[in-house]
C-alpha cells in the first residue's frame, strides 16, 4: 500500500487572475480524475514523467501558516475555469461559448482518496457559497486586505489559486494536499478522447443558455455536448443545486467508461488521452511524476462503486450579504460532521447491499409525493401494507388506508390531477403494472387503489435528489451511472 503523502510549500511565484465573474460555468473536473484514474495501468514511471511534463504550473501553497493538520488520505482542491482560447471559431458556435473568458471560477470540488485507495469521495462546494477570506496581501495593489466576506467563487479572482486554497481550508478544516485546475478546452477533449461518455435522464433537458437538448433516456455525448451538460443551470428552478448534481453524474459516468473501456491496460492508448487531458491541466508544483505512478499503483482495480459523491448540505439557500448579494450558508451542524468524515478518512454514503436490484431512477422525488392508499382487493390489510411499503421508499403517504370507493379492481389504479403528471409517473415506477387515469381537479394528493394484479412495490429514487437541512445525502458510482 502506498503511503499517505503531503505536498511541499512551492517557492515559485504565485499566479492571479482577476475579471469580472460573466456567464456561470460548469465542472472542468473530468479531465483530471481521469488522470488519475489513467496512471492506474501501471505502464512506469518513465512514461508518466512524459505526461507530467505537459501540465502547468501554478503557486497553490507559498507562504501558507495556520495550515489545519493533516488526516489520513489525500485531499485534492479541484477548480474549473472558463479557458476556450485554444477552441476554434466553430465550436465556440456550436456549444454556446462566445463571449469573452473571465478567467474566473466558479465551481469547485473537494477529492478526497483514502489512505488505503479504495475510496474515492467528491464534494460539491456551491460557487455562492458565504465564505471570509483570510486576511492577504492584494496581489494587484500590494496592499493588505483584511478578513471580509465574499462568495466563495470569488476568492480565485482577488487571490488566484493561493487564497483559494486558503479559504476553503478555513470553511472545512480540511488540509488540502494538491491543487488542480482544468479548463474547457481540456475538458471537452478529455472527453473526446475517451470516445465520448454516456449519460441518462428521465427527463428532456433543455438550457437555451448552453444550447443543451437531451432526450429521454440514453444519450453519448462528445466533449462539446458534455460542457453543455456540466454547464447548464437554466433548466429548471433547481439552478446550481442541480447543475452541482448533474456534473457528480457526468464524472461517475466518465469513471465508468475509463475503467471499463480498457484504457487503463493499454500503455499507447493511455499515453495518447493522457497528453490530451493534460494540455490545458495546470497544479501545484509538488504535484508530479512519483505521485502519479504512485497514486496509479494503488488505485489499481477502481470502479464507480469505489466513488462516492455528495454537495455540502447548506442551511439558508439565499441570504443576502451587504456589499456580496445573495449567499448560501452551510448547514451549521451538517457541514462539519460531513467534513469531520473526510479529515478521519470514513465514507460518507451510507452502505448498501449491492446483490439488492438498483432503485429505479425517477422525476421527482418520492419525498414531494403526497399518496394516499386505499385496498381494491379481498386481501385484508393489502392497502396498509401497500402504503407501508410506499412510505418505505421514500413517498410521502397520506390519511388512513381504507377500503376502495371502487368497489373491487383487477388493475392497481393511480388517480392523478394531470397538474401532477410528472408526480404520477414517478409514482408509477413503483408501482409495475399500475394504470395512470388523470381526474382534473382533484388536487395533489395522488390517490391509489390497490389492485389484485399487485405484486411489489419498486424502489426509487430521485433523478436529482431534493436536498434536506441538516441532512447529508451522497450516491456511489454505480448508482449514478446509466443501468
Same mark, same amino acid.
Given at each position: ?7 511541499? =510549500? ?41 505526461? +507530467? /511534463? ?5 503557486? $497553490?501553497?507559498?507562504?501558507? /501558516? ?59 462546494? *456551491?460557487?455562492? %457559497? ?23 467563487? $470569488?476568492?480565485?479572482? +482577488? ?31 478529455? #472527453? ?45 428552478? !433547481? ?43 495546470? $497544479? ?6 512519483? =505521485? ?12 464507480? !462503486?469505489?466513488? +462516492?459523491?455528495?454537495?455540502? *448540505?447548506?442551511?439558508?439557500? $439565499? ?6 448579494? !445573495? ?8 457541514? *462539519? ?19 439488492? *436490484?438498483?432503485?429505479? #431512477? ?25 402504503? +407501508? ?14 377500503? /376502495? ?17 410528472? %408526480? ?48 447529508? !445525502? ?10
Amino acid at each position: 500500500m502506498t503511503a499517505p503523502f503531503r505536498s511541499p =510549500d512551492p517557492a515559485d511565484r504565485p499566479e492571479t487572475h482577476r475579471g469580472a465573474s460573466g456567464r456561470r460555468w460548469g465542472l472542468r473536473i473530468g479531465a483530471v480524475a481521469s488522470v488519475l484514474l489513467l496512471a492506474a495501468s501501471g505502464v512506469g514511471h518513465a512514461m508518466v514523467t512524459g505526461v +507530467e /511534463s505537459g501540465i502547468g504550473r501554478v503557486d $497553490a501553497f507559498k507562504g501558507m /501558516s495556520d495550515r489545519p493538520g493533516g488526516g489520513d488520505g489525500l485531499n485534492f482542491l479541484v477548480v474549473g475555469t472558463d479557458g476556450r482560447d485554444k477552441l476554434t471559431g466553430e465550436e465556440k458556435r456550436t456549444y454556446h461559448l462566445g463571449g469573452a473568458p473571465c478567467h474566473c471560477t466558479d465551481t469547485l470540488m473537494l477529492v478526497h482518496l483514502s489512505a488505503d485507495r479504495d475510496r474515492a469521495s467528491v464534494i460539491s462546494l *456551491p460557487r455562492d %457559497s458565504y465564505a471570509e477570506v483570510p486576511a492577504h496581501t492584494d496581489a494587484v495593489t500590494g496592499r493588505l486586505r483584511p478578513q471580509h466576506a465574499i462568495k466563495l467563487n $470569488a476568492a480565485y479572482a +482577488e487571490g488566484g489559486p493561493n487564497l483559494t486554497v486558503r479559504t476553503v481550508e478555513h470553511m472545512t478544516g480540511v488540509h488540502i494536499d494538491h491543487y488542480l485546475e482544468v479548463d474547457f478546452t481540456s475538458f471537452m477533449r478529455s #472527453v473526446d478522447a475517451v470516445g465520448g461518455v454516456e449519460i441518462c435522464t428521465v427527463r428532456p433537458l433543455r438550457d437555451s443558455y448552453t444550447g443543451l437538448r437531451l432526450p429521454v433516456g440514453k444519450s453519448q455525448l462528445n466533449g462539446g455536448q458534455a460542457l453543455q451538460y456540466v454547464r447548464s443551470r437554466h433548466i429548471d428552478g !433547481s439552478a446550481d443545486l442541480g447543475r452541482m448534481q448533474r456534473q457528480q453524474r457526468f464524472l461517475a459516468a466518465l469513471i465508468h467508461k475509463i475503467t471499463s473501456s480498457g484504457v487503463l491496460m493499454n500503455p499507447i492508448r493511455f499515453k495518447d488521452v493522457a497528453d490530451t487531458m493534460l494540455t490545458s491541466v495546470r $497544479a501545484d508544483s509538488g504535484f508530479g511524476a512519483n =505521485d502519479l505512478v504512485d497514486l496509479g499503483q494503488a488505485m489499481r482495480g477502481f470502479t464507480p !462503486s469505489s466513488s +462516492e459523491f455528495t454537495s455540502v *448540505p447548506l442551511g439558508n439557500l $439565499a441570504q443576502p450579504v451587504p456589499g456580496v448579494g !445573495s449567499t448560501v450558508r452551510w448547514d451549521p451542524v451538517a457541514a *462539519p460532521r460531513l467534513f469531520r468524515a473526510i479529515r478521519e478518512d470514513r465514507p460518507i454514503a451510507a452502505p448498501h447491499d449491492r446483490k439488492q *436490484p438498483r432503485a429505479t #431512477v425517477v422525476d421527482v422525488p418520492p419525498g414531494q409525493i403526497q399518496v394516499h392508499v386505499d385496498n381494491g382487493t379481498d386481501r385484508a390489510g393489502l392497502g396498509a401494507a401497500v402504503a +407501508e411499503q410506499l412510505g418505505a421508499t421514500g413517498f410521502a403517504t397520506v390519511g388512513t388506508p381504507g377500503n /376502495s370507493t371502487l368497489g373491487k379492481v383487477s388493475r392497481t389504479v393511480i388517480a392523478y390531477d394531470p397538474r401532477w403528471d410528472r %408526480s404520477a409517473r414517478s409514482l408509477a415506477a413503483a408501482l409495475p403494472g399500475a394504470e395512470l387515469r388523470p381526474v382534473a381537479g382533484q388536487g395533489p394528493a395522488i390517490r391509489v387503489t390497490v389492485g389484485r394484479n399487485h405484486t411489489t412495490v419498486k424502489r426509487v429514487r430521485a433523478e436529482e435528489p431534493d436536498p434536506k437541512p441538516g441532512a447529508i !445525502s451522497a450516491i456511489t458510482g454505480d448508482e449514478a451511472v446509466c443501468p
